[in-house]
Each structure stands twice: as C-alpha cells, then as structure tokens.
C-alpha cells in the first residue's frame, strides 16, 4: 500500500496544468467574474505604472520647458479623469460586485463537491488519508479557486508589464533593463531555495504543532473537562506541551542556518545592489550627459526602483500558485474519484415483498487481511422480525452495511427475491430501509422537518404526526412554545430546542414511522432510553411492524432481552454465524446463545 | 439613543489603551526584549527605507544641480549600501531567530496561564453556552492574538517613523504640501469612519446568514451524517435551505452596497488621488512655473506626498486594529479574572486515611440559569464501604447528584458531609483524589496507554497496572498492541491506535482499578458493553469492592441488583430507598421498573 501511494506522489500533475484546471472551473462558473477581477489586476498595475513613470516624466518634461502651464494643466486633468473611471469601477467591483460574485462561486463550487459527496463510496469515509484531504478539498474549495484567479491574473499582468517595461528602459538605455533582469533571476533562483528550507521548516513543526492544538482542545473542551478535574492528567499535558514546544525551537534553529545564505542573496542583490547600483549607474549617465537634468534623474531612478518592486511582488503570486497546487491536486483527485458503487445506478425497481438471501457472503475491510465477515448464508423472510446479536466487534455493524449497499461483500452475493442486489435501482434500493443508526444525527431544521427527513409540505403534516406519536413524543412536543415547528439545536438559531438524549434518539425512531420503508433496521436504538421508555417504545414498534402493517424488521442489539420475541434470533461470532433459529430453539441448544442470555437474565429472574 | 453611543465610543477608548497596555505588560513577564526590539525593528526599518529611497535622492539630486565629482556620488551612494546591508543581516536574525524564539516563549506562558485557569475555574462556568464560546473556547486563540498584538506594534512604530521622516523632509521643501496631506488625511479618517461604520452593519446582519450557510456544508462533508445524507431526502431540505440563505445573503448585500461604493469612492478617489495627485500637482506645477521651485523638487516632493499619505492612511487602518484586539484582550481578561467558587479554604480540614461515610442533608441544586431545582431536598446516608446504586428515569438527576459528590458543583442549598466534615473545608484536590470515576462520557487523551490509565506523570508502578488491565479486561486488547503501554492512543496526533467503545470502556476502568481509590463511582459503566463483559465487569467490581464505597447509576436494574442500597430518582428527589428485596416488597416504582425490564427476559426463560 506504501508503495502504491509514494508513486501516487510521484505522479502530481504539474503546477501549471492545476491552476488552468481551477481557471476553467470558475470561467464555467461565472465568465463575467474572469473578466471583471483580470480587468480589476491590469487597472491596478496600471495605475502604479502610469503614477511613477509616465506622470512624473511628464510633469518633469513639462517643468524643463517643453509645455505650457495650461497644456501640463489639461494634462493632469486628462489623467484625472481616467482615474475617476477607474476609480468608478473599483468601488463597484469591490464592494458590490466582488461579494455577490464570490458568493456565487461558493455556492457553486459547493454544489459540485455535495453532489461528489453523495457519490463517493461510504469506503472513502473511513480512509483516514482519504477523508483528511477531502476535508480540507471541501471546507477551502471556494476560497481556493478565488485565490487561484487572483493568482493567475496577477502572474498574466506582471508578465505583461514586465515585458513592457524591459522595451522601454530598453528606449532609455540599452543597459537599463539589467536592473530588473538581474533580481528578477535572483529572486526566482533563490525563492526556490529557500521556499524548500521554508517548506521543510514547516513540515518539521506539523507533529509539534498539532500536539500543541491538542493540548489546547483537551483543556478547553467540555467533553474534557470533568476528567482533568478529577485526576492528574493535567500534568500529562504540561509535558506534552513542554515537548513540543522544545521540539520548534530546535527547528527555528536548525532552520536559521540553513536559510541563511540563500536569503541574504537575495536580499542583497535584489534591494541594496540592485537600487543602489542603478543610482550610480543613472546619476553617471546624468552627469556625463549634456542634455539630461536632476529631473531626467528623479524619473529614471524612480521608474527603476518601483518597476523591479513591482514584478518581485508578483512573483509572490507565482509562489503562491505553486503552493496552491497542491491543495487543487487534492480537489481534483476528490473530483476524479471514480466510485465502485455508483450512487445514481438504475436497475430494476424493488419488490413488494422483500426476501433477502444472504449467499456465501464474505468480507474484508479495505485495507485488512481479516476477513470481518466468513462466509454468511441466510435468508430473511418478509414481514418477519430478525435479531442480531452477538459480542461486540462480531461483525453486526458491517453486515448492516452490506445489506444497506455502503459497501460490496468481497466475495459471495447478497438477493433480493432471488435477484442480486447490485441489479435494483440503488436509489429506490436504499429507500426500502427505515434506519435507526446508534449514530444518528439530529440536524437544525424544525422538528417535523427532522421527522420527515425532507421538505416539509402540509399533505405531510398527519404523517409527520402520526409519526410524532407513535414515537411517544407527542407529550414533549406539544410543551414546546413552538410545537412540532420548533427548531432543533442551537447551531444558528439561538431560541432552538435542544432535547435529552433519550428525546432526540426518539426523533431518530420516529423519522422511520415517517418514511414509506419496506424494512426497518433498527441499530441499538435503545441505549439512550431509560427502561420504561425503552418497554414503550419496543412494544410500538412491535405493535406496529409485526402485527400491523407486516413489515420485516432487522434488530441489532446487546440486549438480548428483545430477542425472545423475535421469529429468527441470529448469533454472530468471529465473522460467522454461529447459531440460528428462534428464542426456544437455541435456548434448547445450550450452545453459546443460552449463555450469553442467561448472563443477562440471571439477575431478573 | 446617539449621545449614548458617543458616550459609549469614549469610553471604549479608555478601554482600548487600557487593555493594550494590560497585554503589553503580560507579554512583558515572559520575554523582556519581545516588545521593545520589534518597535525598534520598525522604526530603524523605517529610517532606512526612507534614507534609502528620499534622503539620497535628494542629495544626488543637489550633487548633480551643483555638479559636484561623481565620487562624492558615489560616497553617498556606497554609505547607503552599507548600511542597507547592515540592516538586513539584523532584520534576518530578528525575524527567523530572535522572533520566532521569543514568540514561542511568550505564547508558552501565555498558554500556560491560560491552562492553570481553565483546570481551576467553576465547571459551573462549561454550562452557559454563551460564555463557554466567548471566553472559554475563544481562549485557544491566545497565541494568534499575541502575534496580533506584535505585528500591531510593528506596523503603528512604522507609520509614525515614516510620516514623522517624510513629513520633516515635506517640510524642508515646501510647508503647504503639509497642509494637503493634513487635509486629505483628516478626509479621509472621516470617510473611513463612515465606510465602517456601513461596514460593521452589513457584517453584523450577515453573520448569522454566514453561521446558517457553514452548518449546512458541515453537514455535508462531515462523515457524521453521511449514511443518512443518502438514505433519506434530506438534502432536498438543506438544499433548500441552503438556497434560501444564500438569497438572503445576497439581498443584504445589495442593500449595504450602495453606501460602501459611495464612501469608497470618495476615501479613494476626491480625498487622495484628486487631492494629492491632481489638485496639489498643479499647485506644485504651478510655483515650479513661477521659478520657485526646481523640477528635481517637484518629482520628489510629489513622490514624498504619496508616501506620506499612504502612511497616513495605513495609521488610520492601524490604530483601529488596536480596538478589535482590545476586544478579544478584554474576554482574556474576563477569563483569567475568573474566581472559582469552589475552592479550598484557607485552612484545611485534614482527610483521615481509611474511608469516611457521607451524609447529605436537605441538598437542593439548581443549574445556573434554571429556574427549577435539578435536585430537591435531598437527604441520604451512606456509610463507609457501601454499595449504593442510583437508578430512575432519564433527567431524574442521577448524574447531578453525583457531579455533586464530586464537588463538581455546589448545592445551592443543604450540605454534604464526609467523615465528619463539610466537603467544602476539604483541599479541592485532595477530596476529588478520594475517587475513582468512570463517566458515562470519559475521554480518552491524546498521550500513551500509560498516560491514559495513570492520568499523571511519573513512573508506572507495573505490577499495578498489569493487576488494574487484568481486572478490567483491558489486559487482553493490551498485549495485541505492538508497543504495550507505551503505545499512542487516538489519531489526533501520529498514527495513534483508536480503541472500539468497549475497549475504551474497559481502559476507563482501568484508570479506576490503578489508582485504587477509596470511594467509586460509575455512570452507567457497562451500557457499550456486551453481555458477557457486563458480567464478568459485575463481577470483577464485586470482589473489588470490599473495604470500597462504589457508587454506581444505571439504567439496566439486572446490574444495580446487587447493591446493598438502591435509590429510586424521579424529578430530582429520592422517592424510593432500600434493598433490591425491601424495595420488589414494596411493590412501588423501581419494582414496575425492575418488572417491566425483567419481563422478556422471563418471558424468554419460560418459554424455553
């Protein structure tokens, strides 16, 4: 796998194709804002040009004879006028067009990546690399593309300017153009250089630095709070932090030296030699000249100094791109992800009533030699209700997983109705199954938005309160000020609700009550659930999917207590079924079943 | 309503200086030179541009007016140089050497001030959401703010360098250019007042749009909610939702933009380029005409006029920054002002070795900010050596009862004694080491298995430990581990091992077993647990017990069976005392409770 990922490394598309790809993303998005921010670039290099070159020649030449009082007066006003359209423009482009503009390539961009989301393989999720460069792809998506046109703009403008600028010192003097050649080479001999040392530095500090926000979020964080309180671990801390604090001064130092020389190059040739040999250079011309003056000296000794300032501070932009890249490199592999299980597959449409048969199944987590699941075979009937248990880490979970189609079984097959699952619609697929994960997710939307899992439309509302109730939740609702259209959560809304665990995990159940599912699958829904909320809540949804509407329900739990009434009980260990049948079957077994039950039961009876 | 806010405007003022100078003096205490060399850089940073780029102008330009040699040029010249490069062979140490070290120093007693703080203040203070976000959490951003703080002081000593410099040389030339850049200056302060002002107003209505919009993509690209983002139609609702702000967000923009283009235009266009650039030209132009002044005069004042105002301007953008750091200084200061209510006395009543019974009398507790009491008159015994289980409903006050045990808080009413003493007259950290706590919500550090089972430094008293992982279970998820003890744990760092929720759970215990504490407490320590761990846990705790109070809070009654005492909680007041027997005879609410649980698991048995 190492192997694999260092040639991946290798093959990281270069700088220039990375930032071009960026470019065309946002030229689809918005051409005008292409346009507008390049338009925007070339009026500031303009004016910058145009203020210490052309102006002050002018007003020189003009001084030294060559006009009239009221033609340099005309002049002046000429050019204010240009500035004032100028000007016009960018106050209209930053303070109205830029905010809008950017807000629609965040949405857009946005839009792309959600739809990616929803298309890359639930795998992918639990890739930690994967899914640490997925994070930063999506939370900086949009205000990387925008850094990216600003990049790409500065570079085209400075090349631009500087192109021109070395034709006309070229006019002034043959040797003039060295001034900006001459640090320019430097400069981008050098940046590379100490860019690497800089690089380097910076890589060095990452583990250090990480650790320190560590420290941080242990100290500051609630969740961590009442621990630090009641024991010592605060001292751990302290070490840790100590440490780390160590570890960045022995960088800064180990980094000054080595930064050293390149630097101070730099610097030297690119400010003091450079400036100060163009004065000498200049003021000799001057002197030996016949026609120049101190004027001519001003212009010329400006003109230089502010040209090369110019072009060296674009060429941040360059490195600035070229650090970018790598962030677009890892947006792009995000983009390009082809996944295994296509999301939007079309197929056949599911059936009325649903018999899974599980053949042969196998499974093997990416990146494992251990198979979690061994060569499963069951079937499970309509309308019938499964119990799931097993210890923890027996494979529960992922065979969730497998029949729900967030992942393939790696070997063996998985049927519906005698059909391979892989054939049915997907979307239409996964909408069979009413789900109560142990991880489930409130979100700030109403509560009847966070029942139906939707849009909420008034045809919804008997659902949504049918839902309500058969969840046990109509009491608690109805104490809110807002009823079932309070918001949930404090997350933008400071009046939201915020519910007890047991109260939110029967929002969860509720949401399947809500949904037109063929099969419920219900993930340890009760460990947040005191026991007479528990008792209620098992008997309406035994109420109302074994003897009401006859829907199959698959029930995963420690508790065994809720296997007694299931038609199939099924026994994972290791991977492997290990006993199957009723309550009563495989308590007459006295294999591992009647064991774990009668642990659990012993201080019952 | 307006005089209010000028009042209030003033008074900020104070504020502000108050509060810069209260963080200048903390940077103080850690590294003396931090402050009073980065003014220095700026300013000797300054008086060299400006010797470099204006000062020998000048003097070139009078060499060639009076035609002086060329090597009394170059004399100028070559004494600038070497003073340039004097400077930036010290600016190289001062930024990659002397910053960084000294920024690391401040930052570390910064920080650590900080940490002493956040362990001793009121867990109390955790509660308010508000608060907690304000002046709790906001204090991991200490150490930006110290580099705020620095590069404040930079830049403020390097406009005033500059304008002081170039406006002496303006001087020198021709005082009115003084007065257009006095004037363009004062325009221009104004102009940014009011486009600030507009400003602040757009960003404040904008926020909470901006907080609606983050949450949406949080939700998105967590991996939390990415099953049901694709079982359910739930993104058609934050699509919507999202759609929504977005337009919103967009009228407001439009709304402010109005204004902010006005003001803008007018800061950047008539109060500078038209002031400085047009109307002072032609002045210039105009005395240049009448033989007053030379052209080599005119090109360098005009370009010491646009320096002189860029500075102007960029103080006027700096000395706010000194307001919005003030801001966040003052939250620090709210922070470290902090005075814990709960803390030892001045004299200490001594803890006895052997255990010591409790006995709480008429407890009542309220959480900050409600109204109604979490515990009501509570008044119980337990004596050395009990084991007492707490069982009721969700929200009955089970956990509370035990923050308080803990003096994790303090009963609003009533008193908690243990061997013989009110718990307030103990050390708060000597009383708290008496226990030995699993949460329900332990934490796992960032740090080592040793780390995380001592929960302190120091050596590890191996055979302790290897008894503490044998007890709990842990032993065997332990001897898998390549590194054994030292072996990292979480990802927050390195390639550190995560623990599954039951081994988590038994590391938690773990902790107990080794610090082999008097007094523990468990809430609902078994609920990640499957069957046979959750007896063979019952049973490790049984024999572990004696000589130990445990206190323990579950909601699965087959565990709390055993205790010697249980109590029944319902809306924060003990309803129901005595043994598993005492309490099924008496046929009440923990019987119905007990029943109800029971009931399939009879059912079960029956049947088979």
């Known amino acids: 796998m190492s192997k694999e990922k260092a040639k991946k490394n290798n093959n990281k598309r270069n700088f220039i194709a990375n930032n071009i790809y960026m470019l065309k993303l946002i030229a689809k998005i918005s051409p005008a804002r292409v346009a507008a921010t390049f338009f925007d670039t070339f009026a500031v290099f303009f004016s910058r040009l145009f203020f210490n070159i052309f102006f002050l020649e002018n007003l020189v030449d003009a001084i030294q004879g060559e006009k009239g009082f009221y033609d340099i007066v005309v002049f002046v006003a000429i050019f204010m006028g240009v500035f004032l359209l100028i000007q016009l423009y960018q106050s209209w482009y930053y303070n109205r067009y830029l905010p809008l503009s950017d807000l629609k390539i965040t949405k857009e961009m946005n839009m792309l990546l959600y739809k990616k989301v929803l298309e890359v393989d639930i795998s992918c999720f639990e890739n930690k690399d994967f899914y640490d460069k997925y994070t930063v792809a999506a939370s900086e998506a949009s205000s990387r593309a925008i850094t990216t046109l600003d990049n790409v703009s500065n570079i085209i403008t400075a090349f631009i300017s500087f192109g021109y600028l070395i034709g006309y010192m070229t006019s002034l003097d043959y040797l003039a153009p060295l001034f900006i050649i001459i640090p320019v080479t430097t400069t981008l001999i050098t940046n590379k250089l100490i860019n690497k040392y800089e690089h380097a530095h910076y890589l060095a500090n990452v583990p250090f630095v990480r650790r320190i926000d560590c420290v941080n979020r242990e100290f500051f964080l609630k969740k961590y709070s009442k621990d630090i309180r009641l024991s010592n671990v605060k001292n751990v801390l302290f070490d840790q932090y100590d440490e780390a604090v160590d570890g960045l001064y022995k960088n800064v130092d180990t980094f000054r030296r080595r930064k050293f020389a390149s630097y101070i190059t730099r610097t030297l040739i690119c400010y003091p030699l450079t400036m100060q040999g163009a004065w000498a250079y200049i003021s000799y011309k001057v002197i030996s000249s016949e026609t120049l003056g101190s004027g001519d000296f001003v212009v010329l000794a400006n003109a230089l100094i502010n040209s090369t300032t110019m072009i060296l501070d674009a060429l941040n932009s360059v490195n600035e791109s070229v650090a970018g890249s790598l962030y677009i490199d890892n947006f792009r592999d995000f983009m390009e992800y082809k996944p295994i299980i296509d999301e939007n597959q079309k197929g056949l449409p599911v059936p009325e009533n649903p018999v899974f048969e599980f053949k042969n199944v196998s499974f093997t987590y990416f990146g494992q030699e251990e198979p979690v699941l061994k060569d499963l075979s069951f079937t499970i009937p309509a309308h019938k209700k499964v119990a799931l248990v097993g210890h923890n880490g027996a494979g529960k979970s992922t065979l969730i997983k497998l029949l729900m189609r967030f992942y393939d079984p790696t070997e063996g097959e998985i049927l519906l109705n005698g059909v391979n699952i892989k054939e049915y619609d997907l979307q239409e697929y996964r909408k069979m199954f009413g789900t109560v994960f142990q991880d489930y997710q409130i979100y700030a939307f109403s509560l009847k938005e966070n029942v139906l899992m939707d849009v909420y439309k008034p045809e919804d509302e008997e659902r949504c309160r049918d839902a309500i109730a058969k969840s046990s939740l109509t009491e608690k609702v109805d104490s809110l000020p807002e009823k079932a259209d309070s918001i949930l959560l404090r997350e933008y809304d400071e009046n939201g609700v915020i519910l007890s665990g047991g109260e939110f995990q029967k929002v969860a159940i509720s949401r399947v009550f809500a949904s037109n599912s063929k099969m419920m699958i219900l993930d340890e829904p009760s460990s947040a659930l005191d026991p007479i909320a528990e008792h209620e809540m098992y008997k309406t949804l035994s109420k109302t999917y074994t003897e009401g509407n006859g829907k199959s329900v698959l029930m995963i739990s420690h508790r065994l207590s809720m296997a007694v009434s299931a038609d199939m009980v099924i026994l994972l260990s290791g991977g492997r079924i290990a006993e199957q049948g009723t309550h009563n079957e495989l308590m007459a077994l006295k294999g591992e079943y009647y064991d774990l039950f009668e642990h659990q039961a012993r201080n019952y009876v | ?608």
Request: glycine fraction near 6%; aromatic fraction near 14%; charged fraction near 25%.
């Open chain 2, 1 to 608: 309503m307006k005089k209010d806010k000028v009042k209030k405007e003033k008074g900020s003022f104070k504020k502000t200086v108050n509060n810069n100078v209260y963080i200048l003096k903390t940077i103080r205490k850690y590294s003396k030179w931090f402050i009073p060399l980065t003014a220095l850089e700026a300013t000797t940073h300054s008086i060299i541009i400006f010797l470099q780029h204006f000062w020998l102008l000048k003097v070139l330009i009078d060499c060639i007016q009076n035609k002086a040699p060329y090597t009394e040029i170059l004399n100028y010249i070559v004494f600038v140089f070497v003073l340039v490069v004097i400077k930036y062979t010290i600016q190289y140490f001062y930024a990659n050497y002397f910053k960084s070290k000294e920024a690391e120093k401040v930052y570390r007693g910064m920080r650590m001030t900080v940490y002493r703080k956040a362990v001793e203040i009121d867990i109390e203070k955790y509660d308010d959401p508000e608060f907690y976000n304000e002046c709790v959490w906001s204090m991991n951003e200490c150490a930006g703010q110290l580099e705020k703080t620095r590069f404040n002081i930079w830049r403020l000593f390097w406009n005033v360098t500059n304008i002081l410099t170039t406006g002496v040389f303006i001087a020198v030339y021709n005082v009115w250019g003084l007065a257009f850049v006095a004037l363009s200056f004062a325009l221009n302060f104004w102009g940014n007042k009011k486009y600030n002002a507009h400003n602040y107003e757009l960003d404040r209505e904008l926020n909470p749009k901006y907080r609606k919009l983050d949450y949406m993509s949080r939700v998105f690209y967590l991996k939390d909610y990415v099953k049901e983002l694709r079982l359910s139609n739930v993104r058609n609702k934050l699509s919507a939702d999202y759609n929504e702000t977005y337009g919103e967000i967009s009228e407001t923009v439009k709304k402010h933009s109005k204004w902010l283009m006005i003001w803008s235009f007018l800061t950047n266009y008539v109060f500078s380029v038209l002031l400085i650039n047009g109307i002072y030209i032609v002045f210039l132009l105009y005395l240049a005409y009448k033989g007053e002044v030379t052209a080599g005069a005119v090109a360098t004042l005009f370009l010491a006029s646009r320096r002189l105002d860029d500075n102007l301007r960029g103080l006027s953008y700096t000395i706010p920054q000194f307001g919005q750091n003030s801001k966040y200084i003052e939250k620090m200061r709210t922070f470290l002002e902090l005075t814990p209510d709960i803390v030892s006395p001045e004299k200490c009543a001594k803890i006895e070795n052997g255990i010591g019974g409790f006995t709480l009398t008429n407890v009542s507790f309220a959480y900050p900010g409600n109204e109604q009491d979490t515990l009501k008159n509570i008044s119980i015994d337990i004596k050395p050596g009990e084991k007492i289980a707490i069982v009721g409903h969700n929200g009955a006050g089970k956990t509370t009862l035990v923050n308080l045990l803990l003096r994790l808080y303090d009963p609003s009413e009533g008193e908690i004694i243990y061997a013989g003493n009110d718990i307030k007259n103990y050390d708060v950290e000597q009383y708290r080491s008496l226990f030995g706590v699993a949460f329900q919500d332990f934490q796992i550090f960032a740090g080592t298995v040793f780390d995380n089972i001592k929960m302190d430094v120091g050596e590890t008293d191996t055979e302790r430990f290897e008894e503490a992982n044998r007890k709990s279970g842990f032993e065997e998820k332990l001897t898998s581990l390549a590194d054994g003890g030292d072996t990292y744990l979480t990802r927050e760092f390195g390639d550190g091992v995560e623990l599954s929720g039951g081994e988590a759970q038994k590391l938690a215990l773990s902790r107990i077993f080794y610090k082999d504490s008097k007094c523990i407490i468990m809430d609902e320590p078994s609920s990640a647990l499957d069957p046979i761990s959750e007896a063979h846990l019952n049973d490790t705790i049984l024999n572990y017990a004696e000589g130990r109070t445990i206190i323990f809070i579950s909601h699965r009654l087959s565990t709390t069976r055993v205790a010697d005492r249980i109590f029944y909680m319902e809306n924060g007041e003990i309803v129901e005392s005595g043994s598993h027997d005492e309490l099924m005879d008496l046929n009440g609410k923990y019987a119905y409770m007990f029943n109800l649980q029971a009931e399939e698991y009879r059912k079960g048995n029956e049947q088979s």
